[in-house]
């Protein structure tokens, strides 16, 4: 089997259905409707999950729900965004949805009834937190892991669920928002976090154009003051940025430092001086520790630790590194014939995964049928 040392994905650039929809690593699951008891209309929702996401495997991702979906440039631009980074191994593979706003209840949908009477924020907010949430984590496998991504209104909405919902949040994107609205300041209530009970690090990006530079300086003033050690919370200043152009200059950077941790800690295990396997569950308590939540390694990096013991010739390590592959990934089922092909060289006995490796194809939503059969008669090759 002539495979190289690198983080490969064979099968995700061989997916015409990926490819398809200009995603490497994710795919639209559906288009649904919401009808939402809180707010008193539906609410259309889009369903995107990562290319190894299937119904029948135990497995949870985070979420990360993204507002304003009717806007279709900029949303289009945060999941090219988030598929880019989880292609190059720098965020962890996610459930999105995106949530579209009709225009006539947009306003209304991110106001509290404190500053409008007809104001719909605390309905929009148990929305989110009683019905789109459970729905999102009893039937499309996300972890307890969530980041909201608001622009504008909803990056408004977003930093108030931030100071309400602290603890039910691990992030909040808030591009191009204000801080004010009518007996409300959220720059007053951002203040009050720091000395909040935190359940895990809180992460808060915002990005601002030339629409609320003052809003920004306000902001970026007080979080200067902060010392919690477990408030992650920084903001950026475009001067000369549209309102229109702050999702595009704010969303790589902030997605990138949130996961900046998750990225360091899974590099320690690829790194070339960890030749203990075991650590990957210290590493992976830090990622725990560090988040309240279990962001899995991506399979690049667990694949990439399998070859890497493979090409030193260490097949022992191999088999083990390409175990820990499968219990994470078990629908990726050339993993088996990596484990097969080492113990090969170690002349033992594969007949136990050979049957793993049918039975994970033979289940794999992964695979086209045409892939599936080109695989299996790899592993014909490989045993004769």
Known sequence: MNRSFCLLFLILVGSNNLLAQAYERYRKLLDTTVSSTNLGFD??????????????IDREFPLIIVFDQQNQRSYRYILNTIDYLTSNEQMPSSVIIGVESVQSQRYYETIYAVSDEQGLALQNERFIFEELIPLAENKYKASSFRLLIGHSRYGYFTTSLLCSRINDLNGVIS?????????????????????????????????????????????????KQFNNPRLDFKGRLFKEADHNVTPGLTVGTALYEIFEDWSEVQSKYISNEQSDLTTIDTLRKCVQAKYGSQLKFSLGILNGKGWFFYNEKEYVKAIQAWEILMETYPNFSEGYLYIIDAQLHLKQNYDDVR?????????????????????NQELENMIQ
């Open 175 to 223: 591009i191009s928002p204000f801080f004010g609205q009518k007996n409300i300041n959220l720059i007053d209530s951002i203040s009050l976090l720091e000395n909040q009970l935190l359940n895990s690090h809180k992460y808060y990006r915002y990005g601002t154009g030339n629409d609320y530079p003052a809003d920004f300086y306000k902001m970026d003033s007080l979080l």
């Open 355 to 375: 049957v793993k490796f049918h039975q994970s194809l033979a289940n794999s939503e992964i695979y086209s049928e045409k892939e599936k059969i080109e695989l």
């Open 43 to 56: 609410k259309n929702i889009t369903i995107t999950v990562p290319f190894e996401w299937q119904e029948d």
